[in-house]
């Protein structure tokens, strides 16, 4: 019961921002891994939510393992009119959008902002934790431009519906204490995942990352956070999800679904 | 029954319990511009004596309007010796038959209840005849509440006049007692016009729907159970598409597969059996946080003239328009666009 029609214009710059960044970074295409919110539209669509609070940030994931020392991800971005950020690994891109390059926590070496990224420095990308899924469920996914006129096609690693859930968890629960409208974004993304992806598909995959050595403990760590967050709608992630929606003859539908799917998961990983 | 039929029916019936020496004659009914009687009978005995009839017949006959037309007739018949009234009806209910007899007023009803009353020539006869009306249906029909009258308005609006009331019955299935009703019913509210042989000469269509939405509402003219879809309405869609039981969509839903208003909140289903098909669907009740409404429906007629769209079997236009028109909030006006894309696209909908 979807509506169909154009995209949202900021969706369309966003996506464009996406491949500028791919096309910047060509060498180190198969280092990079799309996280974030441009990943979970990969997976869930446009669905009958409301796009127009869409973040259009681009945030990439990087495996140190895979980066080649040349080129500078510095270099590239410079050369291509990025400027620097106002956090280590944040990228403004010339069409304004901002473009994130992060390194999950336990790859990214000491320090406690910028990921060690041996000749790249230490601030062309940023430690970020909860990323470690996202280097063991991915996907090669071909990402097209939106805008007609705009012939750009390339083929790419997505972090799957489970690695996103994760990393979701916890970008969520980090900023808890000073929750923010980019909060409840997220929070509304997990709903779209969880609304998208059968609960079956989700809770094999994490089974299987919570055995994982590298990204055993952050899955684990958001299981369990998972029903503290989202477990009532009066939980706090709930409030969030159904705030960000903004559609207040949805609050009651949104809320109710939310806490239905994550019983879902919750019972479905507990056998 | 028409009041012609009542009569021939009365008549037959007086003749078969006279005893077999008296004389049944019947009067013509005086012709004048204040039309004064239907009809009159003349009972004369082997003496040759005769009591004359004076005949008021009533197709439906309440206890109050017994009351009316006896002092009618009284009126008519005064310082006229020799005529008795007698009122022929239908059907006369107990009750009627009583008032009848208190003032002494002979009768008879197509049913077989029948007495008749002279003292010159003696003469008393009384026969008990049903004690049910037949033909309960033959009041005026006030309302289009019932399952009957949907059905009926569902043939009207959905066939193309004109029609006879029985091509019509014929046609949709529709009894064609049921139909007349509805059919006086909307040319009351000059909704329908017949022409010269009683037939529906057109229909206003839209005014018929609009009357009916006055009677019938969506969530009480039918058993409706909440439920909640968590992954949305596009999920429902998409299992919809490859049931093998019968339902069909209406609703906001459904009025986007003709006429796209807002992106539907709310699914409206109407299926047989609320409780199987929550469970085929992986619905959840809920106290809170309702997006699925199945219908269990006044009538069959609601999976009559579905339509297939984008994989959903959509239920007929003009059922869509009325549940809209009785919805809360901008189901109404989503009604009216659904409307205004039926007048535009007649030909998709209407045969």
Redesign the interface.
């Known amino acids: 019961?979807?509506?169909t029609g154009d995209p949202d214009p900021l969706y369309v710059t966003a996506r464009a921002a996406l491949l500028d960044t791919l096309d910047a970074l060509r060498k180190h295409h198969d280092a990079l891994v799309l996280v974030g919110a441009q990943a979970v539209y990969v997976h869930t669509g446009t669905?009958?939510l409301s796009v127009a609070e869409y973040t259009t940030d681009a945030d990439f994931c990087i495996v140190p393992d895979l980066l080649a020392d040349s080129p500078l991800l510095a270099d590239r971005l410079l050369a291509n009119g990025y400027e620097i950020g106002a956090y280590p690994g944040s990228w403004i891109s010339p069409r304004g959008i901002t473009v994130d390059l992060m390194v999950p926590e336990a790859l990214a070496g000491a320090g406690s902002q910028g990921a060690r990224l041996g000749p790249h420095g230490n601030r062309a990308a940023r430690r970020a934790k909860g990323l470690e899924a996202s280097l063991l469920d991915r996907q090669r996914t071909v990402i097209t431009a939106l805008e007609p006129s705009d012939e750009r096609s390339v083929e790419i690693w997505v972090a799957g519906p489970s690695a996103l859930l994760i990393a979701k968890i916890h970008e969520i629960n980090e900023r808890l204490d000073s929750p923010d409208r980019l909060s409840d974004k997220d929070a509304l993304d997990v709903f779209r995942l969880l609304?998208?992806v059968s609960t079956i598909t989700l809770s094999n995959r994490l089974n299987e990352l919570r055995t994982s050595g590298l990204a055993g403990d952050v899955t684990t760590q958001a299981i369990d956070i998972l029903p503290t967050l989202f477990g009532t709608?009066d939980s706090p992630g709930t409030r969030m999800a159904v705030r960000a929606a903004g559609e207040q003859?949805?609050d009651?539908?949104?809320?109710?679904?939310?806490v239905?799917?994550v019983q879902?998961l919750v019972d479905e990983l507990a056998i | 029954m028409s009041a012609q039929q009542v009569l021939r029916a009365c008549e037959e019936l007086i003749k078969g319990v006279l005893p077999a020496d008296w004389n049944f004659t019947v009067g013509k009914a005086q012709q004048s511009k204040s039309r004064q009687f239907d009809s009159w009978f003349t009972l004369t005995s082997p003496e040759q004596q005769s009591v004359n009839y004076v005949v008021e017949v009533k197709r439906s006959a309440t206890a109050k309007s017994i009351v009316d037309a006896v002092a009618q007739l009284r009126l008519l018949l005064e310082g006229r010796e020799g005529e008795l009234p007698l009122l022929a009806a239908g059907y006369l209910s107990r009750r009627s038959q009583e008032v009848l007899k208190e003032l002494d007023v002979s009768y008879v009803d197509a049913t077989g209840n029948l007495r008749l009353t002279a003292s010159s020539p003696g003469l008393f006869i009384e026969v008990q005849g049903a004690q049910k009306d037949p033909w309960p249906d033959d009041q005026p029909l006030r309302t289009l509440r019932g399952r009957g009258a949907g059905r009926a308005v569902r043939a009207l609006v959905d066939t193309i006049p004109p029609y006879g009331v029985r091509e019509l019955s014929v046609r949709t299935g529709v009894a064609a007692a049921t139909l007349s009703r509805v059919i006086n019913l909307l040319e009351r509210d000059a909704i329908v016009t017949r022409d010269a042989r009683g037939g529906v000469a057109s229909v206003d269509w839209a005014g018929a729907l609009r009357r009916w939405s006055q009677d019938y509402e969506l969530r009480r003219s039918n058993t409706v159970t909440s439920y909640l879809e968590p992954r949305g309405l596009e999920a429902l869609s998409e299992k919809l598409h490859d049931v093998a039981w019968r339902y069909a969509v209406t609703s906001s839903v459904a009025a986007q597969r003709f006429a796209p208003v807002a992106p539907a909140r709310m699914a409206v289903l109407y299926v047989d059996d609320a409780t199987l098909t929550a469970k085929k669907l992986g619905l959840r009740s809920t106290d809170a946080g309702v997006n699925v409404l199945l219908i269990e429906p006044f009538d069959e007629v609601v999976f009559e003239r579905t339509v297939e769209r984008d994989g959903l079997t959509v239920a007929a236009p003009s059922q869509v328009a009325v549940d809209l028109m009785t919805g809360p909030g901008r189901e109404p006006a989503e009604g009216e666009a659904l409307i205004d894309w039926m007048q535009k696209n007649e030909d998709d909908w209407r045969s």
């Open positions: 019961m979807k509506m669905t009958t609304q998208s709608r003859s949805l009651a539908i949104i809320g109710a679904s939310f239905v799917l879902d």
